[in-house]
């Protein structure tokens, strides 16, 4: 077989939520590129797949990309999978396409989780036509980042994580309005799956009253 880049989704939440072929091709590939070898370690063992685990993360992406298109040019066949959902979707896995099409290598992305298709469609806000911003920046660029945002007229989403979700449903009202339609889902596919749905206000009045707690998805209605 020769070399190759193969996007292998994983499930979000529920275990169940990987498919036939994922499985079939993480026991066929010569080694699985994983964002933490600690979690997909656990789930290959879920599913009673050994194969050797590659570390591919923020802290060495730009040092490892080199070293593991080398090793796809020489015909090994490496399954990319991030902790949750599917690859390069906010992780540094685009690095890694980028640099494998670029060098010739084939790249094939399977089909699969990622958290942001269910969350828009259950926020019930319209889903024809909408832009994914992904995570804001923390600090240098946010302020500039939502301003630019203010007069979108597509439905928005945002990945956030709980420890500055009220810091950005604060924003949002601050940029956007306190009375613009949200929801709020975390817990997307696990045990404890929440959407809230309301206001901007409303949705921040929850949870100040309820601690947040999980990854966050949070859908913003754009300016009518």
Do not use: W
Not at 160 to 169: A, M, N
Not at 216 to 222: E, M, N, S, Y
């Amino acid at each position: 077989m020769s070399g190759k880049l193969i996007l292998i989704p994983t499930p979000i939440g529920n275990l169940e939520d990987i498919t036939l072929r994922a499985q079939r091709l993480l026991r066929e590939c010569d080694a699985v590129v994983a964002e933490d070898t600690r979690v997909t370690g656990r789930l290959l063992q879920h599913y009673g797949i050994s194969k050797p685990l590659v570390s591919f993360h923020t802290h060495n992406e730009h040092r490892m990309v080199e070293q593991l298109v080398e090793r796809m040019q020489r015909g090994e066949v490496l399954a990319l999978a991030s902790d949750a959902g599917t690859p390069a979707i906010s992780d540094p896995g685009f690095l890694l396409v980028r640099a494998a099409v670029r060098a010739g290598v084939p790249v094939e992305c399977l089909p699969g989780p990622t958290a942001f298709v269910p969350a828009l469609v259950a926020s019930a806000l319209p889903c024809d036509r909408f832009v994914f911003e992904g995570f804001l920046p923390v600090k240098k660029g946010r302020q500039t980042r939502l301003a630019e945002l203010r007069a979108e007229p597509r439905t928005m989403v945002f990945y956030e994580s709980p420890h500055r979700v009220l810091r950005t449903l604060t924003d949002f009202i601050a940029v956007f309005g306190p009375e613009r339609p949200a929801c709020a889902s975390r817990e997307i596919s696990k045990l404890f799956e929440e959407h809230v749905r309301g206001t901007l206000t409303e949705v921040l009045a929850h949870f100040n009253g309820k601690e947040p707690k999980g990854e966050f998805v949070l859908c913003v209605g754009g300016v009518e």
